[in-house]
């Protein structure tokens, strides 16, 4: 009898780039007191506090910011309270398992420092905190990519929306918390475990887009030479009995 064949194991689909845009939404919602601020953040959208931690990535700046979210940037500028900003801006959103999480960290910071001051700090009233809200707006770029070898020279050439969406978005929306890539990676089981490994290691926060694209370039690149030598490294010699 001829031999049986057996079906070689199934790849997933190329991965389809996607690019967007934060859409910023007024919610007419603002703050003058530190006071006020904690109150506010207690009702406001949840894509309001996604917004003042995540949107600066995608927003244009013409300045070095001194800190990573609004909230901890306005408690700098207009509340004047150093010690506030600091705390605000250590805040890691990644660290939290959702928005909501995230809104109750926010809080408690500002209720802390509001248990430590005799007055409540106040900012000018042309300096009072706006809360927006974003709405995401996602497009497909019709890009593909086909294989994970592929994956260092993909990175290299998608926009800051895509790094946004796939690397950074993608942890609110994917069921495991992880960025896109990594989820397609594990599709490919253990050929794609050092680049898996080689992402996770990468902070998605604290850094401009455009470093974040050149660290997973270099992630990726580092991971598939790794694995080409491995392949390519004679095995050990047995030694004299």
Same mark, same amino acid.
């Given at each position: ?24 939404i ?17 009702? &406001? ?45 250590? &805040? ?16 408690e ?35 593909r &990519? ?16 895509? &790094? ?39 902070d998605p926060?604290f ?35």
């Amino acid at each position: 009898m001829p031999p049986t064949k057996t079906n070689a194991p199934s790849q997933p689909p190329p991965f389809a780039v996607k690019d967007c845009a934060l859409a910023a939404i007024a919610t007419g919602v603002r703050a003058q007191t530190l006071r006020e601020l904690r109150d506010r953040c207690r009702d &406001i959208h949840p894509g309001a506090v996604y917004y003042h931690f995540w949107g600066r990535l995608l927003r244009p700046t013409f300045d070095n910011p001194e800190f990573t979210n609004d909230f901890a940037q306005w408690a700098y500028e207009a509340l004047h309270d150093t010690r506030l900003a600091e705390r605000l801006g250590v &805040i890691d959103p990644t660290a939290f398992e959702d928005t909501e999480a995230l809104r109750r960290e926010l809080i408690e910071v500002c209720e802390e420092r509001l248990d430590e001051l005799a007055t409540v700090p106040a900012s000018a009233s042309d300096r009072q905190f706006s809360f927006i809200r974003s709405q995401i707006v996602v497009f497909d770029t019709h890009k593909r &990519i086909a294989r994970p070898r592929d994956l260092s020279s993909a990175f290299a050439q998608l926009s800051l929306g895509s &790094i946004f969406y796939h690397f950074i978005d993608a942890r609110r929306r994917t069921a495991e918390g992880l960025d896109d890539f990594r989820v397609w990676l594990g599709g490919f089981g253990e050929p794609g475990a050092p680049l898996i490994d080689a992402i996770g290691k990468l902070d998605p926060y604290f850094a401009p887009l455009s470093e974040q694209r050149a660290a997973l370039v270099g992630a990726a690149a580092a991971a598939l030479a790794s694995t080409a030598t491995a392949k390519t490294a004679p095995g050990k010699k047995g030694g004299k009995r």
